[in-house]
């Protein structure tokens, strides 16, 4: 069964720092590009970033550039999303996808919540 599941989310006080970890299973994400979504309450899903399957740096949404992180271990079948300095409105539920080379099919995960409050 082909599945990523996101872990790491959870309540973050603003200027903070969070990991979020995507681990892939029924598949290996050496032939995907690794890519993260965010989507906030009444908003659209948008874009946050990404690493190619040959772990080039996709760039980064602007509100999250010099912030944000993403890194891949492709032995764990893991992607990561580091999360510095975060604000309030980075508060959403982040989603991992796993675009493949061959077939550009997309899988998703279920998310992640992330809430940044004092």
């Known amino acids: 069964q082909v599945e990523l599941v996101e872990s790491g989310g959870g309540l973050v006080q603003p200027g903070g720092s969070l990991m979020l970890s995507c681990v892939a299973s029924?598949?290996?994400?050496?032939?995907?590009?690794m890519l993260w979504h965010r989507q906030a309450p009444g908003k659209a899903r948008e874009f946050v970033g990404g690493?190619?399957?040959?772990?080039?740096?996709?760039n980064t949404a602007d509100s999250m550039k010099g912030r944000f992180t993403i890194s891949r271990d492709n032995p764990k079948n893991t992607v990561y999303l580091q999360m510095n300095s975060v604000q309030p409105e980075d508060s959403a539920v982040y989603y991992c996808?796993?675009?493949?080379?061959?077939?550009?099919?997309?899988?998703w995960g279920r998310g992640t919540q992330v809430t940044v409050s004092s």
């Open positions: 029924g598949f290996t994400i050496s032939g995907y590009a």
């Open positions: 690493v190619t399957s040959k772990n080039k740096s996709m």
């Open positions: 996808r796993a675009v493949s080379d061959a077939t550009n099919h997309s899988t």
